[in-house]
């Protein structure tokens, strides 16, 4: 990898080369497209350091996004950011060697700003080897990050086990069983009212995965069993991992406190938060994507859904 070569194995095999810097004012001089990979814990990091260079002829894609554009302030002043609601390929990293256990079909994506020149959205969908959804706007995006519903709860309720074995089994086939599914079903229907409020007609979180890998599953325990891109992938070595640290606080946090603004019962989300709190002694709710650090927090519920909601967006139309 230093080298720049990239083993690709699983779903795709073979070797990527990649060019790599460490300087950061190389990486905006070649190119005027940014994309930050990088766990949304890290995006303020970059985004702190994207500071000092004129980025206004640039646009930044985060994957996933996690509302990130809500997060920046006036001193990057950038041309667009666009959010993604996950990463294009279910894989991870094995030394030099990346295990790809599968390639989304289709991946949903907005962009902050619809005012953008003629040829933009083919732009984009150019980078990406699947079909982009576009979304109305980044909340209609964020709630379609089912990682949310997926990775917390099954974290949570398999913490025994993942600690006394470090990880030895298939997070999936093993740990998502029917009282975990139960949990998850739990916490998807909040996430399902918040995008009723603003107008969005949102599918589970297994008619968002269906979707994104092409799959036809009707249940979650059917899914873990069977679904090839999550029964092979096995758990993390301890709960000090992104399915906790990015999906509690970026995620989870942003949707307790927009379901709160919104007057839904987000006691299921509540639940798996605070439990995530005692587990690893974080404050999530402080230190996450509350609605304060989204700008949110003094905007009324009438004017909270007239911002974000499907209704008030010209995007799709000018997409299609």
Not at 121 to 131: R, T
Request: hydrophobic letters at 40%; glycine letters at 6%; one cysteine or more.
């Amino acid at each position: 990898m230093s080298k720049g070569r990239l083993m690709l194995s699983g779903m795709m095999e073979g070797f990527s080369h990649l060019r790599l810097t460490t300087d950061m004012s190389q990486a905006v001089a070649f190119s005027t497209i940014l994309i930050l990979t990088v766990p949304s814990t890290g995006q303020q990091t970059i985004l702190e350091e994207l500071k000092q260079y004129d980025l206004r002829r640039h646009t930044i894609i985060a994957i996933p996004g996690n509302l990130v554009s809500l997060l920046m302030d006036a001193e990057i002043e950038v041309a667009n950011i666009l959010e993604t609601n996950l990463s294009p390929y279910s894989c991870r990293m094995d030394d030099n060697n990346l295990l790809v256990f599968g390639r989304k079909k289709v991946v949903f994506i907005t962009a902050l700003r619809a005012d953008v020149r003629p040829g933009f959205y083919d732009d984009i969908q150019s980078i990406f080897p699947m079909k982009l959804k576009w979304c109305s706007s980044v909340i209609e995006v964020s709630l379609s990050n089912v990682n949310g519903v997926f990775h917390p709860a099954m974290m949570l309720m398999n913490a025994g086990r993942i600690e006394s074995t470090a990880g030895d089994f298939m997070l999936y086939r093993d740990g998502l069983t029917r009282s975990v599914a139960n949990t998850m079903q739990a916490i998807d229907h909040v996430r399902m009212e918040i995008g009723r409020k603003f107008g969005l007609r949102l599918g589970t979180a297994v008619d968002i995965s269906n979707e994104c890998y092409d799959q036809g599953f009707t249940d979650l325990v059917d899914l873990a069993q069977n679904s090839p891109p999550h029964n092979r992938l096995k758990a993390p070595g301890d709960i000090d991992n992104r399915n906790i640290t990015e999906d509690v606080p970026d995620l989870l946090v942003s949707w307790h406190g927009l379901a709160e603004k919104l007057g839904i019962d987000a006691s299921p989300i509540a639940a798996i938060i605070v439990l995530a709190e005692m587990a690893t002694g974080a404050e999530y709710r402080k230190t996450g994507r509350n609605l304060r650090k989204l700008h949110l927090d003094g905007v009324g519920r009438s004017e909270l859904v007239t911002m974000f909601s499907p209704f008030q967006a010209t995007q799709n139309e000018a997409r299609l």
